[in-house]
Structures are given as structure tokens and as C-alpha cells.
């Protein structure tokens, strides 16, 4: 079975990591604020805080951005749901913005629609988060602009576009958030096995990051509220989480954003070898701006002429051939969950249309041109 994804792993990640198996230190060592440093240096961000995974981060985030009860956060239904997850962990309100036909990503219009109808009702978001669904940035100018009209602050979602780079701003610089996740997995464009970060400008963000993903403590006398310098000496002064990132997945992560270029590299002429390939295909490629380059994390197509049966047909066809497609995403306000909460089939036409069609191809650094050939030639046979 080709995979849909895959880490690559080095006999430097190796090296890395049983370093560490050797050291002192299995966690909270020297390795994690290495690595933080090093996302630092990577983006142009200020502060990095590694966490436990992504889920993590976008919560930890939202609490840092004093999300709770009575608030709201808008996202969009194309994304895991972590994404919408993290609001309701806060105790606060979800609700979704339609997405773009042709980059899949959250809609500005539509956003921008919504927000003059909140004003109205008086029902503002607290907080964006707008998803750079496959790599591919969203119109982060834009939403930048709405934010400075209407109030909400924005968490970039930038699980899937670690390296990618929006009007020649790197994702994860802040130059139009608050904060910026990043995802580790193993099927991500970098991994540290599991794993998440949260990148700031804001330092006193980046404090309430580091107190939250740590049970709420510090053992730094410059922040304590009791006149105690003790070695042995630590306050709690909020209530957190242990949401840390160990040695050894920061070790790995370290290692592995020295082929971070490498591995975009041949992202995109995996990319570009399907586009060319399908061209001659009745689908629909995920739109990328001109002024943006994206990380390519995943390549989905839309089947213009299919439907959700057709899909599904062609789906069990490509997996049965040995090919590993996958399905990026069920809309998270289908999910039963959500719909318990008041969503239903029809709140996001465009999401949903997009959903009958999608399907996800095989997209990795170890793809081999023979695979992208089984692949392209199993899909032409189906739609011929």
C-alpha cells in the first residue's frame, strides 16, 4: 500500500535521538528550548513553547487569549477537529465560516458577510482561527484586516504549513496573528513523533504559554508573588496542564528541520508532477496564490463529475489497487457531536459540495515517480 503520508526519517533523527536515550535528560532538558529556538530562528518569530501535540497548542492558545464562557470561536468546518475542538474545551461558543471553492480554505466574503451580521446581533467572535488546509496559506492580509475592524484577535492553524509562506511572509512569523500552531506528527511535514508548538510575537503570551502547558507553574523568581529565592522554590499561579514536550520528540524535531527545505523541495515537484499529469483530468486542483507558496502538506483533488457515491466508489477502487488515498475532511459540522449542537446538513453549501468530492492522493518526500505514475494512471482509468 503506497501511503497517503509518511515521516522520512534519517540516521540523524536516529543519532539524535539515542543521544538524548543517553543523556541525563529525558525531559524538560536543554533539547526542547533548542528546538524553540530553532522555530524561532526558522519564522522570525519572538517565542516558540513545544508542546505535547498541536491539540494542545491551539488549546493552551485560546486560553492564553483569555477565551471562556460566554465567547466565541469561528473557524472553518475543512479542518480537523481539534480546530473547533479547542473552543469548546474553553467553554465557549463554535460556529463555522463556509469555505472558498477553489483554495478550500476559510472565505473571506463569507467571513467578512458574517462578521456585519454579528455586529448587528452583537455576537462578534473573540477569536478566529483560520486553517492553512494542505499548506496552502489562507488570505491572511485580508482576515488581518477584518480583525483590526471588528475586534477578534487569530490563531493561525499551521498544522499542515510548517515551511510554507504567505506575500513573502513565512507562516508562523506573526506578522498577522497572535499566535501560530504548528504540528509535529508523523504524517506532517516535519515530525517529532508527536508533538505541537505555539509561535508568538507577545511576550506576555508566550509567559501565559509556558505557564499553561506546565501545570501553571514557574520557578522563575521574577514572576512569584511570594518573596522566596529558594532553589527548591516554585508558584502556581494559574491553573494549567501538562501539555510539555519531552527530550526526545524535541530532539527528533530538531533534527528533522535541518531537511525541512529538502523536504518542501520535493514536496513541490511531487506536486507539480500531478498537476501536470491531471491536467487532462475533469478535477479540480487546490488553488494557491500567486503571492504564496504552499507547504504542501496534502494534494486534494476535487471529481468535478462525481458524486459522493461515484467518490466513494473510486476511493475503494484506489485503495484496492494498493493506493493509500484518504479523505481530508469529513465537515466538522456534520460530525454527531456538532450537530447535537444545533448544526445540520445544509448550514454550509460549499463545504459540503466540496466534501462529495475530495479525495486526498499519496503526497510524501519518499513518493517515487513509479507510485505518482500507478497513481495518476488508476485515477485516469476510473474517470475514463
Not at 524561532?40 to 494542545?56: D, E, I, R
Amino acid at each position: 500500500m503506497i501511503p497517503y503520508g509518511r515521516q522520512k526519517i534519517s540516521n540523524q533523527d536516529v543519532e539524535a535521538v539515542v543521544a538524548v536515550l543517553r543523556s541525563d535528560f529525558l525531559t524538560q532538558g536543554p533539547k526542547v528550548p533548542e528546538f524553540e529556538a530553532a522555530l524561532c530562528m526558522l519564522t522570525g518569530a519572538k517565542h516558540a513553547v513545544a508542546m505535547n501535540s498541536a491539540t494542545s497548542a491551539l488549546h493552551a492558545a485560546c486560553l492564553a487569549l483569555g477565551l471562556g464562557p460566554g465567547d466565541r470561536l469561528w473557524t472553518t468546518p475543512i479542518t480537523f477537529v481539534a480546530s473547533a475542538n479547542c473552543g469548546i474545551y474553553c467553554g465557549a461558543t463554535v460556529d463555522f465560516v463556509d469555505i472558498d471553492a477553489e483554495t478550500f480554505n476559510l472565505c473571506t466574503t463569507s467571513l467578512e458577510q458574517k462578521l456585519i451580521a454579528a455586529a448587528k446581533n452583537n455576537t462578534l467572535p473573540k477569536i478566529l482561527i483560520p486553517v492553512h488546509f494542505g499548506g496552502n496559506p489562507c488570505d491572511m492580509t485580508k482576515i488581518k484586516q477584518l480583525s483590526l475592524t471588528y475586534g477578534f484577535r487569530i490563531i493561525e492553524d499551521a498544522s499542515h504549513a510548517i515551511g510554507a509562506q504567505h506575500h513573502r511572509s513565512k507562516i508562523g512569523s506573526g506578522a498577522y496573528s497572535d499566535i501560530t500552531v504548528f504540528s509535529f506528527h508523523p504524517v506532517k511535514i516535519i515530525t517529532s513523533g508527536e508533538g505541537g508548538a505555539a509561535l508568538t510575537n507577545d511576550h506576555e503570551i508566550a509567559g501565559k504559554l509556558e505557564a499553561l502547558r506546565s501545570h501553571g507553574i514557574s520557578r522563575d523568581p521574577a514572576v512569584f508573588k511570594n518573596d522566596i529565592n529558594e532553589p527548591w522554590y516554585y508558584e502556581q499561579s494559574t491553573l494549567g496542564f501538562n501539555f510539555r514536550m519531552n527530550d526526545i520528540e524535541a530532539a527528533l524535531g530538531l533534527s528533522q528541520l535541518d531537511s525541512l527545505e529538502s523536504f518542501s523541495f520535493r514536496r513541490r515537484q511531487i506536486a507539480k508532477t500531478y498537476q501536470e499529469r491531471l491536467a487532462h483530468l475533469p478535477v479540480a486542483e487546490q488553488l494557491v496564490c500567486e503571492q504564496d507558496e504552499s507547504g504542501w502538506h496534502l494534494y486534494v483533488i476535487r471529481l468535478l463529475h462525481l458524486d459522493s457515491q461515484q467518490r466513494n466508489t473510486l476511493f475503494r477502487s484506489m485503495r484496492t489497487a494498493g493506493i493509500g488515498v484518504n479523505l481530508h475532511y469529513i465537515p466538522v459540522h456534520l460530525q454527531p457531536f456538532y450537530q447535537d449542537q444545533g448544526f445540520k446538513l445544509g448550514d454550509l453549501p460549499r463545504a459540503e459540495s466540496y466534501f462529495n468530492q475530495c479525495i486526498t492522493l499519496p503526497l510524501h518526500p519518499s513518493l517515487l515517480e513509479t507510485e505518482i505514475e500507478a497513481i495518476a494512471s488508476n485515477l485516469e482509468r476510473f474517470l475514463k
